[in-house]
């Protein structure tokens, strides 16, 4: 794998982490971080967290970031061979959740896809792609879905490539 950044796409389930992990561990070298957006709320959640640890290996070093991913891998990029990301999805919930408006998810957003142009190391980002389904029924929900709609089309502006995972079946998107 070379240093592109890549956005990778799915439904719930889709296989589209797993594909982003087959990726990140093509690239040489055993220095990687996993930055880890979800926070997890009860056991079951923990579970799955601590499933997804062994099943990444001794190579990979978990850091937990709920909203501040631009800037961490501004700092952590020139130290390591790959960062993958997972997911943009609950990084917008966490942002919403943090009483983040349109106004400052789209700085954030911004200052993302900035830090990507410049990267040292290629970074691997998922996110669910969420407006494929009904609308929702809720202004919350609505909202949310339009968060995470834009940062997708942001992110993946600002990606060398993106893939779409459909029932663990890769697409190339872009280029």
């Known amino acids: 794998m070379d240093t592109q950044n890549t956005l990778i796409l799915g439904g719930c389930r889709s296989g589209k982490s797993s594909h982003a992990l087959a990726l990140a561990n093509q690239v040489p070298g055993d220095r990687k971080i996993f930055m880890a957006t979800s926070v997890p709320t009860d056991g079951e959640m923990q579970e799955r967290v601590e499933k997804h640890i062994q099943e990444r290996g001794e190579s990979w070093q978990t850091a937990e970031i709920p909203v501040d991913i631009p800037e961490k891998i501004e700092l952590l990029a020139p130290d390591v061979d790959v960062i993958l990301v997972d997911c943009l999805t609950l990084w917008v919930s966490n942002l919403m959740f943090n009483e983040f408006d349109f106004q400052k998810i789209f700085k954030k957003t911004e200052l993302l896809t900035q830090v990507l142009k410049k990267t040292a190391c290629p ?31 942001k992110v993946a502006a600002a990606s060398d490539r993106v893939t779409l995972v459909v029932a663990g079946i890769p697409m190339a998107v872009k280029p």
């Open 123 to 153: 970074v691997i980002m998922v996110s669910n792609e969420v407006g494929s389904g009904i609308v929702p029924e809720n202004a919350l929900a609505r909202k949310f879905r339009d968060m995470a709609g834009f940062v997708n089309q």
